[in-house]
Each structure stands twice: as C-alpha cells, then as structure tokens.
C-alpha cells in the first residue's frame, strides 16, 4: 500500500506547529540536539519535525509538552489570529479525539485494576 501524502492544508499545519514548537523550545532555552535526545531520535529527525516536514501523533506531541513543561493545548492551540486548529480537516481532529479516548479509557482500566 502506498503512503499517504499530506495536503496543502496538512503541511501548513504541521508548519506552524514546528514553528511553535521552536518558539517554545527556544524560551526554554533548549536545543534541538536536547529535544532529539530526549525523544530518543536523531537531531535530523527532530530538525524535520520542527521544519514542519514530518508529521508528528499525539503522543509523540505529548512527550514534547512534557519536556517543555508547557501544556499540550498550548503547543497545538497557539493563541494567534492564525489559529492552526482551523487547518486540521475534520477526519483529523476525529482520529486524535478517538486515540485519546482509547488512551485514557485503557488508563482507567489499568488504575481500576
């Protein structure tokens, strides 16, 4: 099966984010060579994640708040007039509402048990 490539809307999206996430890494004065080794990738990768070249999931997103010490919402949701939640197509923002729905119900269960 062939990979999928992103859209226009997709690539602009995963932009600002890398833009955003850099902004934020740069506050707390931290390198990309830092993030890579935290996120247990190359500095490369982690140059084209922040490039908006690559794709980034949720949790990945999530190890990245925590590192920062910022809230996820603050790095997906920027306060802007530009908004980046209004470039994630529907089916997008489904799929992360359905993973992190499954992530914390398998939580629960875990505490629970």
Do not use: C
């Amino acid at each position: 099966m062939a990979a999928k490539t992103a859209s226009a809307e997709q690539m602009r999206f995963y932009h600002e984010l890398g833009k955003q996430i850099r902004k934020v890494r740069e506050l707390r004065g931290l390198s990309q060579k830092d993030m890579a080794v935290y996120l247990g990738i190359t500095n490369q990768q982690y140059q084209k994640y922040e490039a908006g070249n690559n794709r980034m999931g949720v949790w990945f997103l999530y190890k990245i708040s925590q590192f920062l010490d910022v809230s996820f919402a603050k790095i997906v949701f920027p306060e802007n007039p530009n908004n980046i939640i209004r470039m994630v197509s529907n089916i997008e923002i489904k799929e992360h509402i359905d993973f992190l729905s499954k992530y914390i119900r398998n939580m629960a269960h875990e505490l629970l048990d």
